[in-house]
């Protein structure tokens, strides 16, 4: 038993920090109090809700829970008055008002909140993994992407993983250069990550002059040379004909998201 005699039960059939949450930023109003807290998360059946104001009656405590099941919720209450155990509900009242307000009724699912924090710190981890492994970056690590995506510069590597990282795929890119081989661990990671992609000469090389442009510096160097374009794309084919497993797109005048589509369609459903 604490000082103030006092144990607060916390009790939701989620997780509980909504809960949690809204205790802690009432407590801040009062000064030395010495609280004692019990969380019971997942709480879904009528046996652990009796069990739970049991265990409050007897600690002579104050149970504060967070149930979107109306059926459980109405249990609850019906405990609180049996056990005379002073309770808060803090999402009912809520929940009633939206249903009237929105005329819709609420799903009554457990645990959807916590579904989609999931997803957005999903997505959140993917984006931070593919911006840190752009251009070949930290190649040690490729075996922890979803995704590689293989190919000459300017054939859209980047804006295609970062595109692929919203949706929660974590991506790592790896430019070919003619000359120079490709990482050792590319050929060590799962070969069904790996994707090609490819070009035709012509819009590489106008998306490289165009690139140089912006850039100030000048549209003719060897970067946008047709001859030099030709020899890397043909070097870059050549590679992909010796990796046969690696699917490979043709982006030419391509949209992102239809190319985003087919790699993830593939990466999916692997042959």
Not at 191 to 220: C, F, H, T, W, Y
């Amino acid at each position: 038993m604490t000082e103030t005699g006092l144990t607060v039960f916390i009790m939701s059939d989620g997780t509980g920090e909504t809960a949690d949450l809204m205790i802690k930023a009432a407590l801040v109003q009062y000064s030395g109090m010495n609280l004692k807290m019990i969380r019971y998360k997942n709480v879904r059946t009528e046996p652990q809700v009796t069990a739970i104001f049991q265990e409050a009656q007897e600690k002579r405590g104050i149970v504060i829970y967070t149930v979107v099941s109306k059926t459980l919720r109405d249990f609850v209450e019906k405990s609180a008055q049996t056990c005379v155990v002073p309770a808060v509900d803090l999402l009912g009242p809520l929940l009633n008002l939206l249903s009237k307000f929105l005329t819709q009724n609420q799903k009554g699912e457990p645990g959807l909140f916590h579904q989609v924090n999931e997803s957005y710190f999903k997505r959140i981890e993917a984006i931070e993994f593919t911006v840190k492994h752009d251009d070949g970056r930290f190649p040690d690590n490729l075996e922890l992407a979803d995704i590689v995506l293989v190919g000459l510069s300017r054939t859209s590597k980047t804006p295609l993983s970062i595109y692929l990282s919203y949706k929660g795929w974590k991506v790592a890119n790896v430019p070919v250069v003619r000359g120079i081989p490709l990482p050792e661990r590319l050929f060590q990671t799962d070969q069904k990550k790996i994707v090609g992609l490819i070009i035709d000469p012509s819009a590489l090389v106008r998306i490289r002059r165009e690139r140089l442009l912006k850039m100030g510096e000048d549209p003719n160097s060897s970067y946008a040379d047709p001859a030099q374009v030709e020899l890397e794309i043909d070097y870059c084919k050549q590679l992909f004909r010796n990796h046969r497993r690696w699917p490979v797109f043709d982006v030419t005048n391509k949209a992102l998201e239809e190319t985003a589509a087919e790699i993830e369609r593939v990466i999916t459903h692997p042959s």
